[in-house]
């Protein structure tokens, strides 16, 4: 498999995007049934060319041919084979094809399981993916080709940056894509419906597995993103509030919004307008996260890194998409009319004010990445926002949000009684309110409110099934009866929202880790929490590509073992760098965390951290996605299963 | 009509956004848009207080060295004056010496810090690409460099006779920067 | 290409390398562990000027290094968060603080959440008020065409 044939593929698959792009919006304009039919056909043989293209690249890493230029530079003949395939994604043109390949992937989706769509939908929603695979196809082909050749062949490769030879952010980027890419499903149906100028409660069935799928990758992308920067930058955090981080928050803060609103249009006929334009807002904030980042733009907040040319080529890109899409918005919204109405307070009106509220955590979250940039620009002020800025504005807004979490599902839709879903709650009110004044006693308040949302969030989410069960109100068995006929989707929601809370726990819980740093010799203990961290040895160990340098700790608490820490220090002689190799032991409930730092005199710097319920974040976050992953299961949610189930009435019939 | 504006918006706020960044894409091609580049706080003001140690070299004494101390005080002598950090583990520092060794040559009083540098390796790195200063000092530690609010060498601040920053460059010296300079210098003599 | 690959490679290198070297050293510890953190709260709010979107606290930067000396210094004189903050930023004007002040060219950045609410609760007002306006009464034509459908 030579990357000739790889570039071949590429550029045939751009010919397929164009004709997907092309013929089944066509068909759909013209109602000409046979240009609509061949919508899967293109999208599928789109799928084969790309798939080989990308074959062709992994082929050429895994193969160390260093005749191609990505893969010498990103690549050595001694890399383990994992990053070898993992390398082909972890440079700027190896992710712009796996980008390209997961669009494919969409449009194959469609076209595949779409099968019970309207035609008409189905054809202009695979022509709206081939129209966005078109730009970034020609832009992977002519911007940034990852199959170059380099003459002569270099004898072995750069090799890769070591902090990104790890398991985990192995498979972050493809899981991160696919969350991104994902959600241009939903907005090839936005546009699709703009287009039909019809949006109705079938089309909100359509969209919310294709969205639920997206956001569940996406939180499952962020989570290996965060769980990685814990334990490999070595000092214990999980989030930085970097733009790149803030890059991926904002399409899962709207995507969950969109998740949310598509509901209301499903089951009432509401909000189509505003669904609209969150499939739009999310695609484009996905789209300009991936590629803003390598305009050089906000790129250049980290590095000088930056080719105004490459960033000319993606800003006409995104114009295009985004502009188009907004255009194509503003000219046709007015066509949809919203039927369902509702009282402000009620099952909707939970929605909206969690759509509001979310919406205003990702457009704060968004000035605040993107302003010191305007500011500069257009009043010269240099300024920074950090941390502490989206700590101090994010937190209040996203207080209303759990409290409407546990508060919502307990609302009836069309019009509800507040005082009657709180008197619902009350025992998850007064355990919420019991955990943050316990959690008072020994901590800050922050922490503690933390903890009190995240027993209303938890226990919320477990009252919901309790009250649909109606358990110790009627008989048990009445009760499990009940549980076992509960809707899958039900669970999801539960699960997802219970997750949340689970991740707020551990979020609070990190807030009260403590820290130790030491220099410590051989023989000594430190101290910390209760456990007692003792050097057994310091010794050095060969790996693959690297020489690592490694601290042996014995943990004990009370004198009784409890785990051996091994820490290390990764030496890289290609690449001339060093990485620290975290140890963690975890309980479940906390982690012991170890880094090993400089050596002096015989005595090595140690960094001790003790960080109670940090496993629960990124175990939320699992939580979340799976209850995501069992919604999907939900028959009622299944791609056109209500239209297969009448077909098959009217067969018996 | 006020529905259809609304609906409007969020390709109006889109293109703002759009030209706001096309505008700052194509500042940085020409240099003039850098969001990385910290600002100083200096121009306009006079030079902070600081005292460093001279830095003496027999061999350069008839390259016009002098072994005194570098003093704040020193720099409002009466001329305007062009003060370079360096340090001799720079590598800009190498790409810009052409420049300042011209700016001397033309007669420019030149001074330099060396930042966080052996004396050693200073004189080391002077003897390989020639020595465009008159006064030198050593800021070892490197809190003279922070009071001038230096993020990194080199960094040029242009002096004038009374001690006042007049002007600043951060990063190595262009032609454009030294032309600039010279010419400011001049305004300022 | 080639050098265009090479310098991204090496952004890439040095936005990610950084925080590795952040090990920390014990001896640039306050004894006093009030003070120390203190000090540690601080510095998370000052920028690493050298590095990207770090903290001096985070980052392993020489200069980072020296401005947590000087942070630390400056707390075992006596001085309070404002005196050293502004010492900062005496030096390396706003830039430096990661929690940007209030001032005229920061106030759309500080009033973005109020702002996003306001348009977020303004929208669903203005939508809900004309969602549950009457319609407007059937005209003559309409009222025929009603009585045609009610009576065929």
């Known amino acids: 498999m030579s990357p000739e044939l790889g570039h071949f593929a590429l550029a045939l698959a751009v010919a397929f995007a164009f004709a997907q792009a092309i013929l089944p919006l066509w068909g759909a304009w013209r109602r000409d049934a046979r240009l609509m039919q061949a919508a899967p056909a293109i999208a599928i043989g789109q799928l084969v060319a790309l798939g080989t293209a990308y074959a062709a690249l992994v082929w050429a890493a895994v193969t160390d041919d260093f005749s191609v230029l990505n893969v010498a530079e990103n690549s050595h003949t001694l890399k383990p084979l994992i990053y070898k395939i993992s390398g082909s994604w972890g440079n700027h043109e190896g992710s712009i094809l796996l980008w390209c390949l997961i669009l494919a992937m969409c449009g194959g989706a469609v076209a595949v399981f779409g099968r019970a769509l309207p035609a008409s939908l189905r054809a202009r929603v695979i022509g709206v993916l081939g129209l966005s695979a078109c730009g970034f196809e020609l832009f992977a082909l002519l911007e940034s080709n990852p199959f170059a050749r380099l003459w002569p062949a270099p004898v072995d490769g750069r090799d890769m940056n070591p902090l990104l030879q790890d398991p985990g952010l192995a498979f972050h980027p493809p899981l991160l894509y696919v969350g991104y890419v994902g959600f241009a499903i939903p907005f090839a149906f936005a546009i699709a419906a703009l287009l039909e100028g019809r949006v109705d409660a079938a089309w909100g069935r359509w969209v919310r597995p294709w969205t639920l799928a997206a956001w569940c990758c996406l939180t499952g992308g962020i989570a290996l993103g965060s769980w990685w920067s814990y334990y490999e930058l070595g000092w214990g955090g999980f989030w930085f509030w970097d733009p790149v981080e803030n890059a991926s928050l904002l399409p899962w803060l709207t995507g969950t919004a969109l998740l949310h609103s598509a509901i209301v249009v499903e089951k009432r006929e509401a909000l189509k307008v505003w669904t609209i334009l969150l499939a739009i807002g999310t695609f484009s904030l996905s789209l300009s996260g991936t590629f803003l980042v390598r305009s050089g733009i906000l790129n250049s907040v980290h590095s000088f890194a930056s080719d105004p040319s490459r960033g000319v080529f993606i800003l006409g890109l995104l114009a295009l998409v985004i502009g188009g899409s907004l255009l194509l918005f503003a000219l046709r919204a007015s066509l949809l009319s919203s039927s369902g109405l509702f009282a402000p307070v009620s099952r909707e009106g939970a929605l909206v004010l969690n759509n509001i509220l979310l919406c205003s955590i990702a457009a704060v979250v968004m000035t605040g990445t993107i302003y010191p940039l305007f500011a500069d620009l257009l009043f010269g002020a240099k300024i920074s926002v950090g941390p502490p800025f989206f700590n101090a504005t994010v937190l209040p807004l996203a207080v209303p949000v759990f409290i409407a979490m546990s508060l919502g599902p307990a609302l009836s839709w069309k019009r509800a009684d507040l005082g009657a879903a709180v008197l619902r709650l009350w025992w998850v009110a007064v355990a919420a309110v019991a955990a943050g004044l316990f959690a008072l006693i020994g901590m800050q308040a922050l922490p503690a409110l933390a903890f009190g949302a995240a027993v209303w969030i938890i226990l919320g989410a477990i009252g919901e099934v309790v009250e649909r069960i109606r358990l110790f109100r009627v008989p048990v068995a009445a009760s499990a009866a009940r549980f076992a006929g509960l809707p899958r989707g039900s669970f999801g929601t539960t699960l997802a929202h219970a997750g949340m809370g689970v991740t707020i726990a551990g979020i609070a819980g990190m807030s009260l880790a403590q820290e130790s740093i030491t220099l410590t010799k051989p023989g000594e203990g430190v101290p910390l929490a209760g456990y007692v961290f003792t050097l057994v040895d310091l010794h050095d160990a060969p790996g693959p590509n690297y020489a690592s340098r490694v601290a042996d700790l014995r943990v004990t608490r009370d004198g009784a073992p409890v785990a051996l820490l091994s820490p290390s220090r990764r030496t890289f002689p290609v690449q001339k760098m060093t990485t620290t190799e975290a140890a963690i032991h975890t309980t479940g409930f906390s982690d012991l965390y170890a880094v090993l730092g400089d050596e002096r005199d015989g005595a090595a710097v140690l960094r001790l951290h003790y960080n109670p319920l940090a496993p629960w974040i990124w175990f939320g976050a699992l939580i979340m996605a799976a209850g995501g992953g069992i919604s999907l299961a939900d028959r009622r949610l299944r791609v056109g299963a209500p239209m297969r189930a009448r077909a098959s009435a009217a067969a018996k019939a | ?189 | 290409m080639t050098r265009r690959a090479v310098v991204a490679a090496l952004a890439l290198l040095l936005a990610l390398a950084t925080p590795a070297w952040a090990i920390g050293d014990p001896a640039e510890r306050l004894p006093d562990p009030a003070l120390e953190a203190r000090a540690a709260e601080l510095g998370g709010q000052l920028r690493c000027l050298v590095c990207q979107n770090e903290s001096i606290e985070d980052s392993g930067a020489d200069l980072a290094r020296d401005l947590r000396h000087i942070v630390r210094a400056h707390i075992a004189a006596g001085e309070t968060d404002s005196q050293i903050i502004a010492w900062m930023t005496a030096r390396y004007g706003d830039f430096v603080r990661l929690r940007p002040p209030f001032n005229p060219t920061t106030a759309l950045l500080w009033a973005s959440p109020f702002v996003a609410l306001l348009i977020g609760g303004g929208a669903a007002y203005a939508s809900r008020r004309r969602a549950v306006a009457p319609p407007p009464p059937l005209d003559a034509a309409e009222q025929s065409r009603l009585r045609e459908l009610l009576n065929p």
């Open chain 2, 1 to 189: 009509m006020r529905r259809r504006l609304l609906l409007l918006a969020p390709l109006g706020a889109a293109a703002l956004a759009g030209a706001g960044f096309l505008a700052m894409l194509r500042r940085m091609r020409t240099g003039r848009f850098d969001p990385r580049g910290v600002p100083t706080m200096l121009l306009g003001k006079p030079v902070p207080i600081f005292a460093l140690p001279g830095f003496a070299l027999p061999g350069f004494a008839s390259a016009g060295f002098a072994s005194v101390d570098l003093a704040g005080a020193d720099l409002a002598g009466g001329r305007p004056i062009l003060l370079n950090f360096f340090a001799s583990w720079c590598a800009p520092c190498v790409a810009e010496n052409p420049r300042l060794m011209a700016l001397h040559e033309a007669g420019i009083p030149l001074w330099g810090i060396a930042y966080k540098d052996r004396p050693d390796a200073t004189a080391a790195f002077l003897g390989r690409h020639g020595n465009p200063f008159t006064r030198i000092g050593r800021d070892d530690a490197g809190l003279t460099a922070i009071d001038f609010g230096v993020t990194g060498v080199p960094e040029t601040f242009l002096i004038d006779a009374s001690g006042v920053v007049r002007w600043h460059l951060s990063g190595p010296l262009t032609q454009e920067a030294a032309d600039e300079a010279a010419s400011m210098l001049r305004q300022y003599a």
